[in-house]
């Protein structure tokens, strides 16, 4: 049904109702619409969850930010178990090409939440970068560190 993703296969659990395929999200715990985009998210969630091995409890999908006073939605955050921001996770569909805008845009959001680590991904491509607020620089990782508890 949709495009296999560079990511580690998961079980998924999907319905249909009126037409449309919705997919669970452990995170909302509820069944969204399946569009390209939620593909990846989902295989992103449970990616960190599964490989990374981050607790569903300090994983935020989908929540809305407001910057520059324009209402925005990020789409995956990771808190520490202090409430500051670990990861920020920026997704695309799978058909649309990673590039600058896709950094602008994740950068933008990082503006007001002040990650430590940064990944843009769609599905295919996956980018990890470690930020250096101090410097106002960032540097690109191989991968992001898996959990570790404080």
Known sequence: MFKELNFP???????STENKVSIFDVIRKKFVILQ???WVRQ??????INNKKYPKSLINVEKELT???LKKRYDIVIFNT???IFLIVECKSHSIKIDQ???DQI???NLVLNATFLMVTNGLNHYYCEMDMDNERYSFLKSIPDYKPN
Request: one cysteine or more.
């Open 9 to 15: 296969k998961f079980e998924y659990r999907f319905k």
């Open 36 to 38: 390209p985009e939620e």
């Open 43 to 48: 295989h992103c969630v449970h990616f960190l």
């Open 67 to 69: 910057i520059n006073g």
């Open 82 to 84: 202090d409430g500051s």
């Open 101 to 103: 805008t896709t950094f």
């Open 107 to 109: 950068a933008r959001y």
